[in-house]
C-alpha cells in the first residue's frame, strides 16, 4: 500500500495523525503539537494534522474538539488516511493495535516500555518489514533524550555499560522518605496524583517498569533482542527508613538503579536498589529526576539528567520522536531511522555470577556467639567482612538488635548461600535485608 498522504495525492504537504490515548500524557502531546504547531510544521517540511483520538470517555474535556473523539481504537487504525499512530494507551492489548497499524503501513510512535521489553525485536522487524517506523523515545526517561543519544550520539561507539535511574516514581518516593522523612504510602500516593506512577504502581515500586526500561536500552546500546529479561529484578517496597540511616552512616545513599554491562560473550541487566557514595552524581538525581550514565569505548563517560515522568516532559519526547516519523513521511523516506536498529540474541548472564559488594542488615536477638555465627556463616562461602555496626542503642541481653554488615566483593551466588545457611538460625527475628554496594 502506498503512503496515505500520497493515495490523497497530497504530496508532502499533510500528514495525517491517529491517535491512541489521551490520558496524562497523550493530552500534554496535543498541548504541545497546538502549542507549537507552526515551528512543528516547519521543522516537517508539512502540516500536522491530528485526525482521530481514541479515548474510554468521550464525554471528558479534551484538548480537541469532540468532533475528534472516538472510543473505537479500531476507527483510527481502519483510516486509510491516517499516516502516524500514536499509542499512548499502554499495557499489553497495545500489541495488536501496533502490530495491525505497522502492517497497514503506518508509522508508530509509542512510550510503551512494556511491550517493547517484551516484543521490542519484532515490533522492530515487523516495522522495517512494512517500510514505516517504530519510535519510542517517551518509552525510557520521560523528556531525557537518552534513545536518541543511543541511537545516533553513540553510532560510532561501542556502549560498555549503562548505569541509571529510570523509574521516576521510585525516586521520588525514596526522596521523600530520606529528605521529607515521608511514609513509603504518603510518598507514593502523591508520585500518583502528579500522574508520575503507571497504572499498577507495583510495576514501578517493583522494579518491573526501571527493567523493562533497561531491556529497551539494551536493544540500543548492545543490539540485545529483548524479551529473556533482567537477571535480578528487585524493588523498592522492602526499604525501610532504618536502611536510609545506616546507608548514610557508611556514607552512602540507597538508589534505585539499572545496570547494564557488555562483557563480550554475555551482557549482565539487572534493576535493583543500589548503595551507591553520597557524592556521585547519580546519588544526587532527587525526585522524579532521571539520569543514566553511559561508558562508550571511545567516548568515555556520557550522562543524561532530567525529568522522568509526568505528561509535560514525556510528551516532549513524543513530540521529538513525531517530528522525526512525519518528516520521514513528508520526505517519502520512511522506515529510516528503524531500519538501523540492528537486533541479535545475547546471552544475559545468571544473577548468580554477578558480582558486587554487599550491605547486609540483620535483625537479631543480642545474645553471645550472634555476631560470630554471622561473619562465620559469610566467611565460610568466602564472603570477608569489610566494615560491622550494631545499632548504637544499649540494649538488654536476648533483645532485638541490629547489626549491619559491609562485604568486600564477593558473587551473589556465595552471599546467598551464606544467608541460606543461616535461614534455620533461631535468633534471626526477620530474613537478613540484602542491597548491593556501586561505586558509581
Ligand atoms: P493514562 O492512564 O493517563 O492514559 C491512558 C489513556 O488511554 C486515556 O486517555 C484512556 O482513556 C485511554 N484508553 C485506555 N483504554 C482505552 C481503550 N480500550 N480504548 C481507547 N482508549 C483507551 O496513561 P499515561 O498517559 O500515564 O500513559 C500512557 C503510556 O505512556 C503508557 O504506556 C505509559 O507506560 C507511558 N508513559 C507514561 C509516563 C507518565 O509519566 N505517565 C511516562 C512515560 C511513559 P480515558 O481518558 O477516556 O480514560
Ligand atoms: N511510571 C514511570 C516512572 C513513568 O515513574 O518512571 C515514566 O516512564
Known amino acids: 500500500m502506498e503512503q496515505a498522504s500520497q493515495e ?25 503539537l497546538a502549542e507549537h504547531h507552526e515551528r512543528l510544521d516547519r521543522r516537517v517540511g ?12 468521550t464525554a471528558r474535556a479534551r484538548p480537541v474538539g469532540p468532533e475528534l473523539l472516538t472510543t473505537s481504537v479500531d476507527e483510527v487504525l481502519a483510516d ?3 499516516d502516524v499512530v500514536v499509542e499512548l494507551i499502554g499495557g499489553a492489548a497495545a500489541l495488536e493495535w501496533i502490530e495491525r497499524a505497522l502492517e497497514a503501513k503506518k508509522s508508530v510512535v509509542t512510550a ?10 519484532r515490533l522492530v522487524e515487523l516495522a522495517s518489514r512494512h517500510g514505516v517506523d517504530l519510535a519510542f523515545e517517551g518509552a525510557v526517561g520521560g523528556g531525557i533524550p537518552i534513545v536518541r543519544t543511543l541511537r545516533e550520539a553513540f553510532a560510532s561507539d561501542h556502549v560498555i555499560s549503562l548505569t541509571g535511574i529510570l523509574n521516576g516514581t521510585s525516586n521520588f518516593v525514596l526522596s521523600k522518605m530520606l529528605d521529607d522523612g515521608a511514609s513509603f504510602e504518603a510518598a507514593l500516593a502523591e508520585a500518583q496524583a502528579l500522574g508520575y506512577a503507571e497504572a499498577d504502581p507495583t510495576l ?3 522494579g518491573h517498569d526501571a527493567a523493562q526500561k533497561l531491556e529497551v536500552l539494551a536493544m540500543l546500546a548492545f543490539g540485545a533482542r529483548p524479551g529473556s529479561g533482567c537477571s535480578l529484578v528487585e524493588g523498592i517496597t522492602a526499604i525501610e527508613p532504618v536502611d536510609h540511616r545506616f546507608a548514610a552512616r557508611f556514607g552512602y545513599r540507597i538508589k534505585h538503579l539499572v545496570i547494564g554491562r557488555d562483557h563480550g560473550d554475555v551482557i549482565e541487566l539487572r534493576a535493583h536498589p543500589t548503595l551507591i557514595p553520597e557524592r556521585s552524581v547519580l546519588a544526587n538525581v532527587s525526585g522524579v529526576l532521571n539520569a543514566v550514565l553511559l561508558e562508550g569505548r571511545a567516548l568515555g563517560p556520557c550522562l543524561v539528567y532530567g525529568r522522568g515522568a509526568g505528561g509535560a516532559p514525556t510528551a516532549v519526547s513524543v513530540v521529538a520522536d513525531l517530528i522525526d ?17 540492528g537486533l541479535r540474541e545475547r546471552q544475559v548472564a545468571a544473577s548468580a555470577a554477578s558480582e558486587s559488594r554487599y550491605y547486609v542488615r540483620f535483625r537479631v536477638a543480642d545474645r553471645p556467639g550472634v555476631m560470630a555465627r554471622l561473619a562465620g556463616a559469610l566467611g565460610s562461602h568466602a564472603v570477608s567482612i569489610e ?48 542491597l548491593r554496594i556501586e561505586q558509581v
Not at 510503551?112 to 525485536?121: D, I, Q, V
Open 8 to 32: 490523497r495525492g497530497e504530496g508532502a504537504r499533510r500528514v495525517r495523525i491517529g491517535m491512541l490515548g489521551c490520558g496524562t500524557v497523550g493530552a500534554a502531546v496535543l498541548g504541545l
Open 46 to 57: 508539512a502540516t500536522l494534522e491530528v485526525a482521530k483520538v481514541a479515548v474510554r470517555d
Open 80 to 82: 486509510p488516511t491516517i
Open 112 to 121: 510503551n516500555k512494556l511491550l517493547l521489553a517484551r516484543h521490542g525485536g
Open 204 to 206: 514501578d515500586v517493583g
Open 325 to 341: 516519523v512525519c518528516r520521514s513521511v513528508a520526505a517519502g523516506v520512511r522506515g529510516l531511522g528503524t531500519r538501523g536498529i
Open 387 to 434: 566494615q560491622m555496626v550494631q545499632d548504637g542503642e544499649p540494649v538488654r541481653p536476648g533483645a532485638a538488635a541490629t547489626v549491619v554488615m559491609l562485604t568486600h566483593r564477593a558473587r551473589e551466588a556465595q552471599v546467598q548461600a551464606a544467608l541460606a545457611e543461616l535461614r534455620p538460625e533461631g535468633f534471626l527475628i526477620e530474613p537478613p535485608r540484602v
